[in-house]
């Protein structure tokens, strides 16, 4: 082994026994032991971890707690976002529409019910509903008001008023009618106020105003159970509702549709809804898709 | 070598476990190469207090890597190139009278003329060779507190050691 090797050895503490004696022989030995042995003179000033860690740790452990606030703060400020977010969407307008053909149950906040005829909407206030009991209806529908505060049915023609009742509403083209079935309902229509008992009816259709005492006392409406009954009524408003009932376009053009009809048509058959509907009349239809022509026989 | 659990190093434990494992020698290191004018303790805590900072970037098996280079940019920030003179400390003689004066006094000329080169090596060497020769580390430890090779080591303090003879030859 040459001397460069010996003396890196002797630097790196690895000098087996053999070789440190070798390494003591060299003539630059005893020059570069004492080059060593000075250097100890150079050592570092001193520095006890244990003792400086104690004085990092207030600024390193307030820093954390920095990191811990600020998280908890940009947590705070997402659920804000997501409560006013939540409340601002619940202080919105709940609205339930039907489609042609398309009956629906809606129950309110105070578990009153709402039956919703076909082609029909309602608009109320989920948040607002404990102070203000308030339903714009556009369409028909059946109302079993739970006994409470005061009731309001708001329509384009008129506002039905009860404290909790069975009553049903029914706000059409030219077509405003309230029949109450239970209990008592105040109606506010056309600038004059009128009280029904159960069993009475208010019309107000294309311009005729008529109060009248259904014979028949049923519970409810018969659209609920899939038919659409008609006393004395125009057959251009029975043409109306037999297209919110099907999908399906009529022609009356042949006919005088001021005929007043008496009778009632299923929802659940075309041809049988429409011989319903045309024969006591003595009329006939033709059918072609969904489009219907009704003739004079 | 057990595998790190976690990414990284955000936890009270094992910071206090890796300040205490590094913190010496990190103090050391900053004061071989740079002297002691610029605060090399102050450095130590600045260098601990940002790795804590990116706890959440830093792996484990990073971290000491992370800490010796923030610390060495730490002190390059607050430095231009100067010549660095190392303290000499006295040691203390075990008896004085056995050394005559002349003894005494070719000793303190000898230890100047070390400290003139010292500061005439070149950075890395006067680094690599003071963790040698004063801290008593071998190759292998001061290759892996510097991030170079075991060979490179060797070079520098070798490269060190016959420089400084011949400058204490010179002078």
Request: one cysteine or more; proline letters at 3%; aromatic letters at 10%.
């Amino acid at each position: 082994m040459n001397k460069d090797e010996l003396i890196k050895k002797w630097l790196d503490n690895n000098l087996n026994s053999q070789e440190q004696k070798a390494f003591e022989q060299l003539p630059d030995y005893k020059e570069i032991i004492r080059l060593g042995n000075a250097m100890t003179s150079f050592k570092a000033p001193e520095f006890i971890a244990d003792k400086s860690f104690e004085a990092l740790k207030p600024k390193i452990y307030t820093k954390s707690h920095k990191n811990w606030y600020r998280t908890l703060l940009r947590i705070a400020a997402v659920l804000a976002l997501g409560f006013s977010i939540y409340y601002y969407s619940g202080s919105l307008d709940t609205n339930i529409n039907t489609d042609i053909a398309q009956l629906t149950t809606v129950e309110l906040p105070d578990t009153s019910e709402v039956e919703l005829n076909a082609n029909s909407s309602i608009t109320y206030n989920n948040r607002k509903w404990e102070e203000n009991r308030e339903v714009h209806l556009s369409g028909e529908a059946f109302f079993k008001v739970a006994k409470g505060k005061k009731f309001d049915v708001i329509t384009n023609d008129g506002i039905v008023s009860v404290l909790g009742t069975q009553f049903n509403v029914k706000q059409r083209k030219n077509y405003f009618e309230v029949t109450c079935f239970e209990g008592l309902v105040s109606i506010k229509y056309n600038g004059s106020e009128t009280k029904l008992k159960p069993g009475n009816t208010v019309k107000l259709i294309d311009g005729k105003h008529l109060i009248a005492k259904e014979n028949i006392f049923a519970s409810a409406p018969t659209w609920l159970e899939g038919e659409s009954s008609f006393t004395e009524i125009p057959l251009k408003h029975v043409i109306s509702e037999l297209e919110n009932h099907y999908n399906l376009t009529v022609d009356s053009d042949e006919v005088d549709t001021s005929r007043l009809f008496t009778g009632s048509f299923t929802h659940k058959n075309l041809d049988l809804a429409l011989k319903s509907i045309t024969i006591p009349l003595n009329l006939g239809y033709n059918k072609s898709g969904s489009s219907i022509v009704l003739r004079r026989e | 070598m057990s595998q790190p659990i976690k990414d990284n190093i955000c936890e009270n434990a094992f910071f206090e476990h890796f300040y205490k494992k590094y913190a010496k020698d990190l103090h050391n290191f900053l004061y071989y190469k740079f002297g002691e004018r610029l605060n090399p303790e102050d450095k130590v805590q600045e260098a601990f207090i940002k790795v804590w900072q990116n706890c959440s970037k830093i792996s484990p098996d990073k971290a000491k890597s992370f800490l010796f280079t923030t610390a060495n940019n730490l002190m390059l920030n607050a430095v231009a190139h100067e010549k660095v003179v190392l303290k000499y400390n006295k040691q203390p003689q075990k008896s004085a009278t056995k050394e005559s004066p002349e003894f005494v006094m070719q000793e303190k000329e000898y230890h100047q003329k070390l400290q003139k080169a010292l500061s005439n090596l070149t950075e890395a060497q006067r680094v690599a060779f003071l963790m040698n020769r004063v801290e008593g580390k071998r190759f292998k430890e001061i290759a892996s507190l510097l991030d170079i090779s075991t060979k490179a080591v060797e070079k520098r303090i070798y490269g060190a050691l016959k420089k400084l003879r011949e400058d204490i030859k010179e002078l």
